[in-house]
């Protein structure tokens, strides 16, 4: 029987259209007593006019192994459509990781003109969601690496959801003060469902800062999104009240601000 693939796990990748960098590195994580580690290319790997996402798995500790060492290696890189996951771009490969080539990978995964539009849904909150699915079929040098160096999150389970292990503790907090937030919720595809969740986690914890600390266009697009939210099903009206209160403090201020510039040129 073919053997599985051992680990799964997901990169997110924030902040993306905003990157800068060449190329830029997931945190390592173990499969087959080897650290592994993603590199993707923002803008493309080459020269190409096309520009394509480009997107490999390395092995990350390299220096450490023994001489002679391989990997022989089954991978699986999926760029995540957060819409549809019919809709998700993947390829797979399986190759021999040594120190003569310690990365392989795919060079054009997914066109950049496709990823970053926020409609295609591979572009969603500023996020881009990497999967790699890991099997080590052969291993040729032993290391000493242990499991407790796992440093990229996988998700877990929480309250019907998919959520990182970081977000546990929020997603649980939410759900005790709110137990009824997602009772309406009919939507049953987790990627969807994680989507929403991850919206309604960032508008909550951007309305609980002071209200002097948030622009118009804050409030704004809080707003546009609390409105979003409410229409897939979550219960909202303690986040609702909150957005009032803002608005109205907003408002307040504005209207001191009017009032010192009256009286400053008066």
Same mark, same amino acid.
């Given at each position: 029987? @073919?053997?599985?693939?051992?680990?799964?796990?997901?990169?997110?990748? $924030?902040?993306?259209?905003?990157?800068?960098?060449?190329?830029?590195? #997931? =945190?390592?994580?173990?499969?087959?007593? #080897?650290?592994?580690?993603?590199? &993707?290319?923002?803008?493309?790997?080459? =020269?190409?006019?096309?520009?394509?996402?480009?997107?490999?798995?390395?092995? %990350?500790?390299?220096?450490? !192994?023994?001489?002679?060492? +391989?990997?022989? &290696? +089954?991978?699986?890189?999926?760029?995540?459509?957060?819409?549809? @996951?019919?809709?998700?771009?993947?390829?797979?490969?399986?190759?021999?990781? =040594?120190?003569?080539?310690?990365?392989? *990978?795919?060079? &054009?995964?997914?066109?950049?003109?496709?990823?970053?539009?926020?409609?295609?849904?591979?572009?969603?909150? *500023?996020?881009?969601?990497?999967? &790699?699915?890991?099997?080590? /079929? @052969?291993?040729? *040098?032993?290391? =000493?690496?242990?499991?407790?160096? /796992?440093?990229?999150?996988?998700?877990?389970?929480?309250?019907?959801?998919?959520?990182?292990?970081?977000?546990?503790? #929020?997603?649980?907090?939410?759900?005790?003060?709110?137990?009824?937030? %997602?009772?309406?919720? #009919?939507?049953?595809?987790?990627?969807?469902?994680?989507?929403?969740?991850?919206?309604?986690?960032?508008?909550?914890?951007? !309305?609980?800062?002071?209200?002097? +600390?948030?622009?118009?266009?804050?409030? %704004?697009?809080?707003?546009?999104?609390?409105?979003? /939210?409410?229409?897939?099903?979550? $219960?909202?009206?303690? !986040? @609702? +009240?909150?957005?009032?209160? %803002? *608005?109205?403090?907003?408002?307040?201020?504005?209207?001191?601000?009017? $009032?010192?510039?009256?009286?400053?040129?008066?």
């Amino acid at each position: 029987m @073919e053997k599985q693939y051992e680990k799964k796990i997901t990169w997110t990748i $924030k902040n993306f259209s905003s990157l800068q960098s060449e190329k830029i590195y #997931s =945190d390592p994580f173990v499969v087959g007593d #080897s650290k592994w580690r993603l590199t &993707a290319y923002p803008n493309g790997n080459g =020269d190409s006019i096309n520009k394509c996402l480009s997107l490999f798995l390395s092995i %990350a500790d390299s220096e450490s !192994l023994p001489s002679g060492w +391989k990997r022989h &290696a +089954k991978y699986r890189l999926t760029v995540d459509n957060q819409i549809s @996951e019919k809709l998700s771009k993947q390829g797979v490969g399986q190759d021999m990781f =040594d120190h003569k080539s310690p990365s392989w *990978g795919l060079g &054009a995964i997914l066109p950049l003109t496709k990823l970053v539009y926020n409609s295609d849904g591979f572009l969603v909150n *500023g996020e881009v969601k990497i999967v &790699a699915e890991v099997g080590v /079929l @052969e291993v040729v *040098g032993k290391s =000493d690496v242990l499991e407790e160096t /796992l440093l990229v999150n996988e998700s877990v389970e929480c309250n019907g959801f998919q959520v990182l292990p970081s977000q546990v503790e #929020s997603v649980n907090s939410l759900f005790e003060e709110h137990p009824d937030i %997602a009772s309406k919720i #009919s939507v049953e595809n987790p990627r969807l469902r994680t989507t929403y969740l991850n919206s309604l986690l960032t508008l909550s914890e951007i !309305l609980c800062q002071s209200p002097q +600390k948030l622009s118009n266009n804050d409030l %704004a697009n809080a707003h546009s999104t609390l409105s979003y /939210l409410t229409k897939t099903g979550f $219960k909202l009206d303690w !986040l @609702e +009240k909150k957005l009032k209160e %803002a *608005g109205e403090t907003r408002l307040q201020q504005l209207e001191e601000e009017l $009032k010192d510039f009256k009286q400053k040129f008066s």
